[in-house]
């Protein structure tokens, strides 16, 4: 029958989104094995990437042969999670019934880096606490069908206590799909399934919980379905820990049938007889009320719960503006029908336009209009997830700290200390965020909480509180489950805009009253920069915290004081043992003589107390930069720039431990083989400029070899026209411009330079000729080859940043020779 092809067609339209090739326009013909990840040879340095098959190349896959493999392990562990109904936020939630599985493209299926990247724009989710299961959304007919998700979803997901799961893609062949692939997947060998051994074995090795099976290739036979039924048989019974979680597309009679429900035409695919075929059902977009309830008596009928039903909704195109029946989902004063399916809620990102745009919308899209999971309108047409599904935390052991780190920035900071600037991503290192994003109380003004890009202690975001003091504030922030001995102890690093007291207390609540918050002074500040304060929970041993917050007490009519680490344990912060045998497993120029990228491994720190591990290069002035960060024994190093003419680097890895202890670093030596390539020409020559917006910005800055001097330690102007002129002294052969924009220098991502050209000329009287023309730049750093002989050389600014801010900001405008 004619239909739409539901998560198919969706699929293609991200990909085509995304700059890869849609399944639509791919070639019928499997790609030759050497296209796979799993044969392929990497480059001594190159850039590792998530891995992906087609079911006859994960057959070739090893791990131990696969250079990529050991970058794209997870190293954290589910983690349990708590979730107490009489805490819910909002009062019509409910925690144990209905769930919700997301199923999200984090980025296309190949070309995905395994540890995040130098781009802060991705999308950073932070409402784990609503979500059951994580699908790794992608797959297509030209690139693959099976795709492992990247470990720093898994570590994120499984820090919040979330499962992940692969996906298996089988298109229709309009979209490239050929029978074939799936009849691939199914082989036997006497009385295994080949492909699904390697689907555990992928599993397991990079940590990992599952698979989604989506089979929308049409042409079978009831003989294929129940070879797909008889593989996911034989994978629970020889691996019980691997789950699957089947799409409602294909039947038992091996036709492409959407059912919409639960029916006995694809409930063999979830329960057959007394045989577990799979752990849920993400059933398709077009159930009714009646489908709904049918879907829940025969999951009854089959012994299995009508929670592991997913019923799916399509938010890809519209997001919050999605037309829902929530009322047969999630029924006023009823047990939930079933569970929520989501289909590809980063909607929320990819529609932004900028950062703030985007958590304005994820916050609409999971807790509603007011940004406040107890204060949702259910007669909305989209009331916001957190109306029905009741938080979970997986704030259950000690010890537990938060950053406040969402696991992008435009800069990094390790204990308050700038560390490296520009922008990145990696969500290995998001902290668990506040499971209620946000509930205040108070009689008076409300304080408003945020999540700050401008600072942090560590990582490169913290908490923020503004607003007008003129009553009590309670900040509930996290529902927890932490048992209080005698030497537990909460700790708190924080920031004011000037010495004295805080007004800021630190409010904790008991499981024998867990409505009631107990509350110990931070204290006052000595000055303006980050301070700790450690406060003693002895008092209260024997009793459990159910949940953590804050509450500031007094008044000011602009409180503002940021909160950079939250911390409970035991004892005193612990300094892990030191990583050995820092290994460079190969290197790869990014520009000859001047910069490399890096593969490393290390030997893990012995305790099993790591929370992560910090790689940094040692400059000559004593200081650190800042690499990079991962809970793995090893991480690619994107970019080590070479500092003047040295001969070698020192490159250092240190283990921080789960109390964020230092262990003592291993260190290597990186050797430059290479003649440095050139210098800047522009460095401290004359500049002239269109204007500048305050005097200690002037066009001067952007040539004086800096961008850590704060952010007056650039050129900015306001003027119409925006142009930055530098006098080389005579003409010079040149062979790149380097611009170092906003987030270089520390500020805003959404501040960096959009479009822009460069112009050259040898005499003052010649014409301008463009030698670099950008358009929808987002990066803070950009390079620009030439081969070009000119004496004056100029920027010209046409869009200054990425909204509507109309001011340029450039730190550093390089010119330099061959």
Aim: charged share 15%.
């Amino acid at each position: 029958m004619s239909r739409r092809l539901p998560l198919l067609l969706s699929a293609a339209l991200a990909a085509a989104a995304l700059g890869v090739v849609p399944a639509a326009h791919a070639s019928p013909a499997a790609p030759p094995a050497a296209a796979s990840p799993a044969v392929k040879a990497a480059a001594a340095g190159s850039q590792p990437y998530a891995s992906y098959w087609y079911p006859g190349t994960i057959l070739t896959w090893d791990p131990s042969t696969d250079p990529d493999a050991r970058f794209n392990r997870s190293r954290v562990p589910l983690q349990p999670r708590t979730s107490d109904p009489s805490l819910a936020a909002n009062p019509n939630a409910r925690a144990g019934e209905g769930k919700i599985a997301s199923l999200v493209s984090f980025a296309p299926t190949s070309n995905n880096p395994s540890q995040g990247s130098a781009d802060p724009n991705y999308y950073a989710f932070g409402y784990w606490q609503y979500v059951d299961k994580l699908v790794f959304w992608g797959g297509s007919a030209g690139e693959g069908l099976i795709l492992a998700p990247n470990p720093t979803v898994i570590d994120a997901a499984h820090r919040n206590g979330v499962k992940v799961y692969g996906t298996v893609f089988f298109p229709p062949a309009a979209y490239g799909g050929q029978l074939q692939w799936v009849r691939d997947f199914v082989q036997k060998s006497g009385d295994r399934y080949p492909v699904a051994d390697k689907l555990v074995q992928a599993a397991q090795y990079y940590g990992f919980d599952g698979w989604f099976i989506n089979q929308e290739t049409g042409g079978g036979d009831q003989a294929l379905a129940g070879q797909l039924r008889d593989l996911m048989q034989y994978t629970k019974a020889r691996s019980g820990g691997t789950d699957f979680m089947w799409y409602d597309a294909m039947t038992t009679s091996g036709a492409v049938d959407w059912q919409n429900a639960l029916t006995t035409a694809n409930s063999p695919f979830l329960q057959d007889g007394s045989k577990r075929t799979s752990d849920s059902m993400f059933l398709n977009f077009g159930w009714t009320p009646s489908g709904l309830d049918s879907s829940r008596t025969l999951a009854r009928q089959l012994g299995r719960s009508e929670y592991e039903l997913y019923s799916g909704i399509d938010t890809e195109a519209n997001g919050s503006n999605t037309s829902v029946d929530w009322n047969t989902l999630f029924p006023a004063g009823q047990p939930h029908t079933t569970s929520l399916g989501l289909y590809r809620p980063e909607w929320t990102w990819k529609s932004a336009t900028d950062r703030n745009d985007f958590y304005a919308k994820d916050s609409r899209y999971w807790v509603g209009a007011n940004a406040d999971p107890s204060n949702t309108n259910l007669s909305d047409s989209w009331p916001g997830l957190a109306s029905y599904v009741a938080e979970s935390s997986p704030v259950t052991a000690k010890p537990f700290v938060t950053n406040f780190d969402t696991g992008q920035g435009d800069f990094y900071n390790a204990g308050g200390t700038r560390v490296a600037t520009g922008g990145w991503n990696n969500l290995s290192l998001q902290d668990v965020p506040p499971t209620y994003r946000w509930v205040v109380d108070s009689d008076g003004s409300r304080l408003t909480p945020s999540v700050d890009f401008t600072d942090a202690y560590q990582g490169g975001s913290s908490l923020r509180l503004t607003g007008t003091l003129d009553s009590a504030n309670t900040v509930r922030l996290y529902q927890t489950s932490l048992p209080v001995a005698a030497d537990t102890r909460l700790s708190m690093v924080v920031k004011t805009p000037g010495a004295g007291p805080t007004k800021l207390k630190a409010a904790v609540s008991f499981t024998d009253a867990p409505d009631s918050f107990t509350t110990l002074d931070v204290g006052a500040d000595t000055g303006t920069g980050w301070e700790r304060h450690t406060l003693d929970l002895s008092p209260y041993a024997g009793r459990t915290i159910a949940q953590i917050g804050l509450r500031a007490e007094g008044s000011d009519p602009a409180y503002d004081v940021r909160i950079g680490r939250l911390a409970v344990y035991d004892g005193s912060v612990e300094a892990p043992a030191a990583p050995a045998g820092l290994t460079v497993l190969g290197a790869s120029d990014v520009v000859a003589g001047a910069s490399q990228s890096l593969r490393l491994s290390w030997t893990a720190a012995p305790g099993g107390n790591v929370h992560h591990y910090e790689v940094y290069r040692r400059n000559a002035d004593g200081t650190r930069t800042f690499l990079g960060a991962t809970p793995n024994d090893a991480y690619f190093v994107g970019k080590l720039d070479r500092a003047g003419g040295e001969d070698s680097t020192v490159v250092d890895v240190e283990a921080v431990s789960t109390t964020y202890g230092r262990s003592a670093a291993a260190s290597t030596t990186v050797a430059w083989t290479a003649a440095p390539s050139g210098s800047n020409l522009a460095l401290n020559r004359p500049a002239t400029a269109s204007g500048q917006c305050n005097a200690g910005e002037g066009p001067a800055k952007a040539v004086n070899g800096s961008v850590n001097g704060g952010t007056s330690d650039k050129w900015c102007t306001l003027t119409s026209a925006k142009w930055l002129q530098v006098d080389l002294g005579s003409a010079k052969q040149l062979s790149k411009f380097v611009v170092k924009h906003a987030s270089a220098g520390g500020e805003s991502a959404s501040y960096n330079t959009r479009d822009f050209s460069i112009q050259v000329r040898s005499n003052a009287t010649d014409p301008w000729t463009t030698v670099a023309n950008v358009t929808g730049n987002t990066a803070g750093v950009t390079t620009h080859g030439v081969n070009v002989s000119a004496r004056y050389v100029r920027l010209v600014v046409t869009k200054p940043t990425q909204n509507s801010d109309p001011a340029a900001r450039i730190y550093e405008f390089e010119a330099w020779s061959k």
